[in-house]
C-alpha cells in the first residue's frame, strides 16, 4: 500500500473551514483514499473516502488531485469538539489499514 | 447501528495473569480486526478475522491469542503479558464484500501490565 505524508500539527479558528493536506505520490490506480480521526483516548472514527471524484458528507469534503498524488480534507466550519488527530490512509488490500502518524489538528476559540 | 463495543474499558493485570479482551458489533458485518496503540502512536494491525477464520496475523507474539466464537464476537485471550505490552487495544468492523471496505472501531480497551 502506499505511504502517505501529513504535517505534524496544524491550527485553526473555529468557526473557520479547516483543511488538511495529504500526500501520496505512490498511489495505485485501484487505492482508495480515506480519512480517520481520532479523538484523545478513542477509537478512531472514519470520516470520508474517495478514490478518483471529489466527495462530501455530513462530516467533511475530500478534495482529490487530477493525478491523484495528494488530497485535501476540509472541515467547513471548524468546532473545538474537531480537535483530533488526523489520519489519511490509502489503501487497496481488502482487511487492512495502516495508519501514519496522522495530523495533529488543534482548533482554538 | 454502527456501534462497536469494547469490554473492559479498562484492565490491569499481572505478567501471570490470564485476561481476554471482548468485542461485539450488531451491524452483521463478516471481518473483525484488533489493533494495538502505544501512546502518542498510530494504531498497528494485529490479527484480521474474514468469515469467522483468521486471515492475517502481523507476526504477533503467541501471547495474543485471538479468538472469533461467531460473526458478531471476536476476543483476544492475553497470557504472560510483558510491561510493554500495555497499550489501548482497539477493536474494528468491517463488511467484506463491500468495496471499499470502511471500518468502524470500538472505543478500545486500555490495558497495564504490571
Known amino acids: 500500500d502506499a505511504k502517505t505524508t501529513q504535517p505534524t500539527s496544524m491550527d485553526c479558528a473555529e468557526g473557520r473551514a479547516a483543511n488538511l493536506p495529504c500526500n501520496h505520490s505512490t498511489i495505485s490506480g485501484n487505492e482508495y483514499v480515506y480519512w480517520y480521526r481520532q479523538i484523545h483516548s478513542q477509537g478512531p472514527q472514519y470520516i470520508i473516502h474517495g478514490l478518483k471524484n471529489n466527495e462530501t458528507n455530513e462530516m467533511a469534503s475530500l478534495i482529490i488531485t487530477e493525478d491523484r498524488k495528494s488530497s485535501t480534507l476540509i472541515l467547513p466550519h471548524a468546532t473545538l469538539r474537531d480537535t483530533a488527530v488526523y489520519y489519511c490512509i490509502v489503501s487497496s488490500t481488502l482487511g487492512r489499514l495502516y495508519f501514519g502518524r496522522g495530523t495533529q489538528l488543534t482548533v482554538w476559540p | 447501528d454502527t456501534e462497536v463495543t469494547q469490554t473492559p474499558k479498562h484492565l490491569v493485570m499481572g505478567m501471570t495473569n490470564k485476561k481476554s479482551l471482548k468485542c461485539e458489533q450488531h451491524m452483521g458485518h463478516r471481518a473483525m480486526y484488533w489493533y494495538k496503540q502505544k501512546a502518542k502512536k498510530p494504531p498497528e494491525l494485529m490479527f484480521v478475522y474474514s468469515y469467522e477464520k483468521l486471515s492475517i496475523n502481523e507476526s504477533v507474539p503467541s501471547r495474543f491469542s485471538p479468538e472469533c466464537p461467531n460473526s458478531s464476537l471476536l476476543n483476544l485471550h492475553l497470557h504472560a503479558l510483558q510491561p510493554e505490552d500495555s497499550a489501548l487495544y482497539l477493536c474494528?468492523?468491517?463488511?467484506?464484500?463491500?468495496?471499499?471496505?470502511?471500518?468502524?472501531f470500538g472505543p478500545g480497551t486500555r490495558l497495564l501490565v504490571l
Open positions: 474494528a468492523s468491517s463488511q467484506p464484500d463491500r468495496d471499499p471496505e470502511t471500518q468502524y
